[in-house]
């Protein structure tokens, strides 16, 4: 059964046990407020007589010598028409409903349970049962007249009712679905693979909470569908580019082109430790993705492992004429950390600042203790990262320059990898532009 006449059926029991209630409890209801007033109030007289039995009870202590109450209040025969009664007949009860008074003859028989109903009870003044009046004729056809009449309002209140109540079940029923059936259509056309699918939100109620929640998912898919599908492409062409060399050099040894010399089959070897490299690369984001990269850890001396890295990249740098410097404190910085990985890290970011700092530049490394954790920059006074880039610079196969050769400007996966490897440290790996100029990675452990 559908959701839509799951809450259709249970409006129009709501209305339905609502109807029946009026028709039962306002039946009940007007027929006893009805009967009390006509029989106890003073529209036929009957409230007087009752307080004079009742007196009349206790004085004496039982009904005989009564019936002159009866003479006296005109019901007395078929024919008089004179007192309050009227041509009534008036019949008056003990406890347990046998009559003891009749104004029309004898008193004999017992008054049954229905008639008991319609009787007036006399109570004495502790509020004890001491018998009943019974009033036959006259206004008793204008009592149930006018019960019938409420009976038949009742019954038109709760048609109306009933009616209005289920038109407002199938107005709210379409209005409170509309949107499941919105997010129902476009989950369809997702899992037919069309990932474009958001759904128009309205409100701040639990769909419109679902709708937005179903739109941050869709983009989510779309935008992983795209980034899977650009980091296809991305290996493909980083795994052509070796092979291709590969079998160009191959096929020049193979027709006698170059001698099959160690010299000429160096670039073979060169390409395929390439190719090696961006294997590992690959397995290396894969288990980071996966959470099943392994990490080796004990405790580290995180400003004696930054100073280490730093000493291993001052020749190249001043090969470049770039001036390499490390600022840390004199205590010992330790962490439980995988130093294997750290420092791949470093060597990342150190390989990436030397590359895009000119000649005369500098790059500096800076260690510190910072609200409970361990902070590493690494600046340089280079051109800095294009502003354009600087969302994507963590992004696989990204590329600042798509102009550069992979010698030039790598595969564009190490700083992926150094972001993956810092989070899985619990830490993270920002990079920002700096205000004097160049760019500014920060490790935070």
């Known amino acids: 059964m559908t959701l839509r006449m799951r809450l259709l059926l249970s409006f129009v029991l709501v209305a339905a046990v609502t109807a029946l209630s009026v028709v039962i409890i306002g039946g009940q209801t007007s027929a006893s407020e009805v009967r ?12 007087e007589l009752a307080n004079s039995l009742e007196a009349y009870y206790q004085e004496n202590g039982s009904w005989e010598g009564a019936q002159s109450l009866l003479r006296s209040s005109g019901g007395h025969g078929a024919g008089n028409g004179g007192g309050m009664m009227g041509n009534q007949r008036l019949r008056v009860a003990d406890s347990s409903g046998a009559v003891a008074l009749d104004s029309r003859g004898s008193a004999e028989g017992s008054l049954t349970q229905a008639e008991k109903g319609d009787s007036v009870r006399l109570q004495d003044k502790d509020g004890r049962l001491i018998g009943y009046l019974s009033v036959d004729g006259g206004s008793g056809s204008t ?23 289920v038109l407002l079940a199938l107005l709210l029923s379409f209005q409170l679905l509309r949107p499941v059936g919105q997010l129902t259509r476009a989950a369809a056309r997702m899992a037919g693979g069309d990932l474009s699918q958001r ?10 909470t679902l709708g937005r929640s179903f739109n941050v998912m869709a983009e989510s898919l779309q935008q992983a569908e795209q980034n899977r599908q650009a980091m296809t492409a991305d290996i493909a062409h980083e795994l052509r580019t070796p092979i291709a060399v590969q079998r160009a050099h191959l096929e020049a040894l193979q027709d006698g082109v170059y001698p099959l010399t160690a010299e000429n089959l160096q670039p073979v070897l060169d390409q ?4 090696i490299r961006l294997v590992d690369d690959l397995r290396t984001l894969a288990l980071a993705d996966a959470g099943e990269l392994p990490l080796e850890k004990r405790p580290m001396d995180l400003g004696e492992l930054t100073r280490l890295v730093v000493e291993r990249f001052k020749p190249e740098a001043e090969g470049k004429g770039i001036a390499l410097s490390y600022a840390g404190p004199q205590e010992a910085i330790e962490k439980e950390v995988d130093p294997r990985r750290i420092e791949q890290i470093l060597n990342n970011l150190f390989s990436n600042a030397l590359r895009h700092t000119p ?19 690494v600046a340089d006074n280079g051109a800095g990262i294009p502003p354009e880039a600087l969302g994507h610079i963590f992004e696989r196969f990204y590329r600042a320059d798509r102009s550069r050769s992979r010698e030039e400007g790598g595969s564009g996966l190490g700083l992926a990898i150094a972001r993956q490897l810092a989070l899985a440290h619990g830490g993270d790996l920002r990079a920002r532009n700096r205000p004097e100029g160049g760019a500014e990675f920060t490790l935070e452990l």
């Open 36 to 47: 009390s007033f006509m029989l106890r109030g003073s529209m036929v007289g009957v409230d």
């Open 143 to 165: 009592s149930s007249l006018l019960i019938q009449r409420l009976t038949r309002a009742s019954l038109l209140a709760a048609a109306v009712g009933g009616g209005v109540a």
């Open 199 to 208: 759904v128009e939100v309205k409100g701040k109620d639990e769909l419109a």
């Open 272 to 275: 395929t430790e390439m190719l």
């Open 359 to 377: 000649a005369g530049g500098q790059v500096g490394a800076q260690v510190e203790r910072s609200a409970g954790r361990i902070v590493i920059r």
